[in-house]
């Protein structure tokens, strides 16, 4: 399913699409506020990405510029062990060259159009408290504070952790089953 707005193409990862990952994945501007990933975890990374595009239809998905048909980001779902289950998390992250231009809230908005269509229940999206731009892309897609949490229990690593109903609403969404893939499921994807 592809996913078009005034500026933006959204579409299921490809595998050509891999080395423009890892080598987003691996860039320190691009990761801020994220993982810090080698080549080894962004191809992993790569390789859920993949593997969640085939069993959720708004899954982490590139952000492509239709301009220059050039991935400027991602955005979509992953998935997050919290409070010792399994769940959908959503995310979104720039090149910092194509911040600041409302690139992110029309990918998100347009992405989260096709989730409400698609599926009832409530999403999760953790936030750091610092991260004004992330929280402002947030509020402006419909999610609500819900709580403070820390990354791995550590107090030294705050979040902040959002809600929005998705559909009709309803629980948490919980992660896919991994059986259909035939691939382990991912030990923890924290840090989106
Ligand atoms: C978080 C992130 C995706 C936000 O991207 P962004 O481009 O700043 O987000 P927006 O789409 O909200 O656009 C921001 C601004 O562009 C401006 N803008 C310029 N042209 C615009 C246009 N045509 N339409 C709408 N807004 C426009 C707006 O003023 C908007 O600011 P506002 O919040 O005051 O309305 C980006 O900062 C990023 O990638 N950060 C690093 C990764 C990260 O932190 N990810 C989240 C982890 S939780």
Known sequence: MTVETERLLLRRPVEADRNR???????????VYGARLNIDSANARFDHMLDMSELVAYAKQPIVERASGTIVGYTGVGVISFDGAEYLEWGWRLVPAARGKGLATE??????????????????????PEN????????????HWWKHAEWNGDADEPTDVLVRPIGAGGPLLRAPSWQSTGNPSPSVISRT
Request: glycine residues 4%; contains cysteine.
């Open 21 to 31: 990952f890892v080598e987003l994945f691996t860039d320190d501007e691009f990761m």
């Open 107 to 128: 990918a998100v908005t347009a992405l989260l159009a096709l989730a409400d269509r698609t599926d009832d229940g409530k999403m999760l999206c953790f936030i750091e």
């Open 132 to 143: 004004a731009p992330s929280r402002s892309v947030a509020d402006k897609v419909g999610f």
